[in-house]
């Protein structure tokens, strides 16, 4: 029987030796230790062993077990071992390695100078509003000084969609909604920025959709010296400290007295040249102080409320201020010319 375990033993030891698979050392396990293995028939054999043999084929067996066992765990761990690290190594991220570059976008350049707009008069007081694109005749054109007939209601110009709603052609009904809103009571500062619809032909210097960012200030005792004084600070922040800006009469049906505003050329300093076309200044816009007549309209008493306002093209703002010759460059939305505006 001793022969029999030591037989057990060393062929158990030589296969668990050669056997590089898991799989197969759990079979080897069963095979030898199991239920129905070579070393329990041998152990069940030992009731026939006299009194004195049985502990010393007992210790036999149980060492043969072990050695067995020993052996089976050490090699399952050993190949255990060697799968994670083979795991583990093709696995392996090279962290060295450049990154793939991930296309990031940017601000559309319009959007960019509404923002630095409203940060601008944010910064003086103002509150920022926005109104519906398609708007009634009433708060587009009548309460804005416009009444029938004018031509300015001509549908040459303006998109009507019914006799009583249009595509706004200005954000001005945005002013004149505020206004209502506050029952002429309240004093403010806003401005409004938004899209705007024209009957035009689309060229360099007209689209029959564009931008348009209006300004309204109502208090007592507003004047036309601080409407100077409002468009100054802005023109210099968005142009620059060196620039200067002068004011011409003019007409608008919503203002009285009305102005329009130039800024001193950037490339002659006013001494005149092809950019300024030998002026020497720079329409940017138009503005002036409210009509009474709207003031009044609104339920603002125009005794005892004064206000101003004005309003620019952003397009024209941000041609001006990039030099940028085609209106239809900010549509057309070509990545070569949106991206020279992005910001690293
Ligand atoms: C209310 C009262 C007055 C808004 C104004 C202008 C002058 C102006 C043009 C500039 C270029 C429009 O984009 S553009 O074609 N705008 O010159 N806008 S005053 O005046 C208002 C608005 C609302 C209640």
Redesign the pocket.
């Known amino acids: 029987m001793k022969e029999q375990l030591e037989a057990i033993r060393s062929e158990a030891l030589d296969k668990i030796v050669q056997v590089e698979d898991i799989k197969v050392l759990q079979e080897i396990r069963v095979t030898y230790l199991g239920k129905k293995g070579s070393l329990t028939s041998v152990l069940k054999g030992m009731g026939k062993l006299s009194k004195e043999e049985r502990p010393v084929i007992g210790e036999i067996a149980n060492k043969v077990r072990d050695a067995i066992t020993t052996a089976l765990n050490e090699k399952i761990q050993k190949l255990e071992e060697a799968a994670l690290e083979k795991q583990l190594n093709q696995e392996t991220i090279d962290v060295t390695l450049p990154g793939r570059p991930v296309n990031v976008g940017g601000a559309h350049l319009l959007t960019s100078i509404v923002e630095e707009i409203e940060d601008l008069f944010i910064g003086m007081g103002y509150e920022v509003r926005e109104g519906p694109e398609v708007e009634t005749d009433y708060y587009n054109f009548e309460a ?1 000084n416009l009444p029938q007939n004018h031509p300015a209601r001509d549908m040459q110009d303006t998109f009507y969609i019914t006799n009583e709603l249009l595509l706004r052609t ?1 954000t ?1 009904p945005v ?2 909604r505020t ?1 209502l809103e506050y029952k002429g009571e309240k004093p403010f500062k806003m401005i409004c920025p938004g899209k705007v619809y024209r009957r035009d032909t689309d060229d360099a210097t007209h689209s029959h959709q564009f931008r ?1 960012i ?1 300004g ?1 200030y109502v208090d007592e005792n507003v004047r036309m010296s601080d409407l100077k004084g409002t468009l100054d600070k802005f023109a210099k922040k968005m142009f620059g400290e060196d620039r200067n800006i002068r004011l011409r009469p003019s007409f ?1 049906p ?2 009285e007295p ?1 102005v ?1 505003m130039d800024i001193s050329c950037k490339v002659c300093h006013g001494e005149g040249c092809n950019v300024c076309k030998g002026t020497g200044w720079i329409e940017i ?4 102080m ?1 009509h009474p007549k ?1 003031l009044e309209m ?1 339920g603002y008493d125009p005794k005892v409320y004064s206000g101003f ?5 952003t397009e ?1 703002i941000a041609m001006l201020k990039y030099g940028v010759s085609d209106i239809r460059a900010f549509y057309t939305n070509d990545v070569r010319f949106l991206k020279q505006f992005h910001q690293a």
């Open positions: 804005l200005h001005s002013q004149a206004m348009q209006e309204l608008f919503f203002t009305s329009e816009l138009g503005g002036g409210v709207v609104a306002a004005f309003g620019m093209g024209r």
